[in-house]
């Protein structure tokens, strides 16, 4: 963190489309739009067939967009040096300022900087800071990526003798932290410092303090290394995320003026992986439980919004997720802060492929010239973060064999592809030299510890084989397969003494509120990578019965990471739906099945599989699914339960029979001919009754139902309430077929941020003040506007009592 800096955000204007003339000072861009960043341009599109990104990219557009913000600084700024520094920007950001060309950066998902300083007008006169964002050339990512500046910008202003963004390298080693500290001096002349460094702890309290002197030769930049001793540190884990700030001071010897002032956020946490035994942190046997994410945030896109991320987290914090795999690029600075607070292991992720292609204008494009700098850049901006555990160099690269071919393939084939073996001409042979593709793999793994040996590295790979050229380098710390379940049991065979972790499992497929059954009919779709797949419903089943070719069912990987204790743990592929890749389907569906929880951030079934099995001191009870059907229908009821040794059913208070978990099923299962009424599940332990549940049949639908996340929310301008609109019938029940289409009004403090629903053959636009209720649910995300108050929302359809609700801001 850097105290230094002020968020750059506000005060930009926008226009869609070229105009290589906007970099100029003199440019008139009065006719432009209005923003405040970060902004994603392509949520704000329509879905089409036609847009280049495909449905791979979520059917939404891309192109070419100008950025422009006008600005004066602070007077008694000679002196100083004057910084941008950009979190991220999708993709080929060029930037300007005055005119003058500082750079640009490919890669949509690395944080870069600028130094403006030389091309600023003096202080309080104006200038003019322009950006063109380039996302024309698509596909050029497996999911939706966005377009725009959809992360946080800052500007920081400094001494000349500083320390730079990402200065600082904290280390812990039992009570002690050793500090590596980077001082820049950009004077003309040598200068003699005095660094102060303290530790901070939670309830702002000093706890340690190490002060040393160090000369500064001009134009250069030195490290400082110290080390400080803390007395009984308050241990970092997933339960209690205790962190200390480091304060580093830079003092100038001569005058005694302090010169910067730099914190860093750290903890003292000790991890292991076992090639035998597993996982253990700060010494206690655990299991790494979860989850890959996306960066989108459903309606908003992807733009960065803390309280969006917020809410990501708690609802998988509460489902017992203790572990984040950032899939598969650089996160959002955010994100690592606030896994960091709630107590979240991450497996931080560089690349998505290497030099060799998976769609037609990738990242591949720029690896060669750039794959230095941004692993790089990655490491050394995260290595500070206690949450993250392990660096992962790239994801299903197809470099693991000696020559794919799926740089041929349209980008829905290569994406099946990827998961299918290959022959074994293309892997590595006993005994043979090193391939091109292996010494990539050792190059990057070696860059990462050249800046950071505290950390274990590792690569999704999804060729198990021990001729993968990634893993005949012998560059990884940590074997990690995506899928081919098979394998895992030969892991200890075929890789002797190394770790091993599932990085990318499950790949299960679900829509919620919808239930095929029979529930015991496995579907695998598609059947084949080759093989046209369709199916009428466009949907999938919620009773953890459908699932990819190269995939289980969440239950099936669950008892592999139980049932072998040198499995370190697993990522569910995935935690939340995402933008894109809809697989099993092509359009319409623009967006993924693979979510544990829906697009709009509503828990699918299994959702309470994972709480009952990963949360164990919650008491779990869930009865699916809903009880509107046919009369007569034979419908399969399932339970998730734990804390009990049996769940009894009753339909209109008569017994339908007592079912138990078994070593090969983790849920309760009855079949039972619907009629209407009420189905109850009571569970027992010891035959005393620990929870019960209710499913009732509901009526027409009569009203609609309002539900805020929070009742109050900060009126800084970003923060958000996600507001659960639900179609009830006249006693409340939600009517799971209900379709209406519901239309909301935010009037007051805040303003209609997105709306959704969850459904991901849906073509509504996300920003609009509609939205149809999928199988009863809809979604209003309303942010605050920056003023102090009350928003009112209403919402109404037709033919139901409408309803409205106050949510403060302050």
Known sequence: MDLRVRNFNSGWKFCLGDSPEAKETTYDDSGWRALSLPHDWAIEGSFSLDNPSGTGGGALPGGIGWYRKTFRLPENIAGKRVFVDFDGAYMNASVFVNGTFLGTRPYGYASFSYDMT????????????AVRIDNAEQPNSRWYSGCGIYRNVWLRIVDEVHIPKDGTFVMSEGSMLNVETNIENLSQKNRK????????????????????????????????????????????????????????????SKTGKTLDTYTTTTGFRTFRFDAVKGFSLNGKAMKINGVCMHHDAGALGAVVNTAAITRQLRMLKDMGCNAIRCTHNPPAPELLDLCDRMGFLVMDESFDMWRKRKSAHDYSRYFDEWHERDLDDLVRRDRNHPSVIMWSIGNEVLEQWSDAKADTLSLA???????????????????????????????????????????????????????????????????????????????????PGKPFNITESVSALMTRGYYRMPADTMFVWPERWDKPFFDSSLSCSSYDNCHVPWGNTHEGTMKHVRDNEFITGQFVWTGFDYLGEPTPYGWPARSSYFGIIDLAGFPKDVYYLYQSEWQREKTVLHLFPHWNWEEGREVDVWAYYNNADEVELFLNGASQGISRKTDDRLHAAWKVRFEPGTLTAVSRKDGVEIARKEVRTA???????????????AADGTDLCYITAEVVDKDGMVCP?????????????????????GSPISHEPFKADSRKAFYGKALLIVQSNGSEGVCKIKASAPGLESVGINIKTK
């Open 413 to 495: 084939e290569a994406n099946l592809i990827l998961n299918f073996g290959h022959s074994k001409d293309q892997l590595a042979g006993e005994g043979e030299e090193m391939s091109v593709n292996s010494l990539i793999t050792a190059k990057l793994a070696n860059r990462v510890r050249a800046l950071d040996t505290t950390r274990p590295i590792t690569a999704g790979c999804n060729e198990p084989n021990p001729g993968n050229h990634l893993f005949r380098s012998n560059a990884l710390d940590i074997i990690g397969f995506n899928y081919h379940d098979d394998w895992f049991k030969d892991v200890p065979k075929n890789f």
């Open 193 to 252: 410092v005095r660094l102060v460094t303290t530790v901070i702890d939670a309830g702002g309290k000093e706890v340690a303090s190490v002060s040393s002197g160090k000369k500064l030769p001009k134009g250069k930049c030195t490290v400082a290394k110290q080390s400080v001793n803390v007395r009984n540190p308050k241990l970092w884990d997933v339960d209690s995320p205790n962190l200390y700030t480091v304060v580093s001071s830079v003092i100038d």
């Open 737 to 757: 077929w209900a379709t209406d289409k519901i239309t909301f009004s935010v009037e007051g403090t805040a303003f209609n941020a997105g709306v959704d629903n």
């Open 118 to 129: 030389g091309c600023l007008s003096a202080g309080g006169s104006e200038s003019v800071i």
């Open 699 to 713: 009526g027409l639908p009569h009203h609609l139902r309002l539900t805020p996340d929070r009742a109050e929310i």
